[in-house]
């Protein structure tokens, strides 16, 4: 493990400490991870709920066993992405 022996300090809002926060915990990680994850270009992942998983499987349940039409099919994939993009959406 690499020696973390240096400080960096920097100035901001509050609100902007809460987005930081915000978006550190959705990665699973603490603030200070996290900014060195960015600083040092890396892009966290971000953790799914696991309500995402849930909508997910009951989605792909109702495609796999269903007789749909491809309109419908077309309307369920949409709604898969649409769910996935509101689970994560960085606020």
Not at 3 to 12: A, I
Request: glycine share 2%; net charge neutral; charged share 30%.
């Amino acid at each position: 493990m690499i020696e973390k022996s240096e400080r960096l300090e920097l100035r901001l809002s509050a609100k902007q400490k809460q987005q930081i926060k915000n978006l550190a915990n959705k990665c699973g990680l603490n603030i200070s991870e996290y900014v060195l994850q960015r600083a040092l270009n890396f892009e966290p992942k971000t953790i799914m709920p696991d309500v995402f998983y849930d909508f997910y499987s009951k989605l792909c349940e109702i495609y796999n066993t269903s007789n749909l039409s491809e309109q419908t099919e077309d309307r369920l994939l949409e709604l898969i992405d649409l769910i996935h993009a509101e689970l994560l959406k960085r606020r």
